[in-house]
């Protein structure tokens, strides 16, 4: 079967981290919302006279987050029909709670769910304080809206995503990506992904 792996969560809890040290030991197409319509989301930002770098805006959410993320969704289904295993990165919140979504991907991919394994990882922190020094460290314009609300931000981020797909529970990981990413964590990632 093929793997549809979603990698999920909020900003700094290292989900792009995680992708990239699981896709060094099992080969996939890697799509990160962000590499995929970032360019294009600051350039209209920029053209409207806004901060290329805002991603909580209405005008964003009203007009340029479902562009992303339908932009990334086409990336993944080409990937799909052509025969590769996906890896999806970004926090897909609103993609997660949406039960048709999930099958819409396969069946635009000309597949069925019998021949595409969906599986999702819920990149998680447990300490606030590390995730903060990993946004911090990160050194991203676009998370300067975060550093300067974080209250605010701390309290929307602890939290594990309305999952409606129609997948098996035990096809969803929370993983607390808290500490080192060690070899060991990487091999029980990957014996997830691949069961």
């Known amino acids: 079967m093929q793997k549809l792996i979603f990698f999920v969560g909020v900003a700094g809890t290292g989900k ?4 990239k040290k699981l896709s060094a030991v099992m080969p996939a197409a890697f799509l990160d919302r962000d590499t995929i319509g970032g360019r294009f989301v600051e350039a209209i930002l920029e053209m409207k006279g806004l901060d290329k770098n805002d991603r909580d805006s209405d005008f964003y959410k009203a007009n340029l987050r479902d562009l992303e993320y339908d932009t990334a969704k086409d990336v993944c289904i080409e ?3 052509a025969g590769q295993n996906v890896f999806m990165i970004s926090p897909f919140t609103a993609e997660l709670k949406n039960k048709q979504w999930i099958e819409e991907v396969i069946a635009a991919a000309g597949l069925t769910k019998d021949q595409v394994d969906v599986k999702v990882i819920v990149v998680t922190l447990q300490n606030m304080e590390l995730q903060k020094d990993r946004i911090v ?6 998370d300067q809206w975060k550093l300067e609300h974080w209250s605010d931000f701390q309290k929307r981020v602890d939290f594990v995503p309305e999952i409606n797909w129609d997948i098996p529970q035990s096809h969803i990981l929370i ?3 808290s500490g080192e990413l060690t070899e060991e964590k990487v091999a029980q990632l990957q ?4 069961r």
């Open 137 to 142: 460290g990160r050194q991203t314009e676009r």
């Open 191 to 194: 014996e997830f992904a691949a």
């Open 175 to 177: 993983f607390d990506n």
């Open 79 to 81: 990937n799909l029909a």
């Open 16 to 19: 792009t981290t995680v992708a």
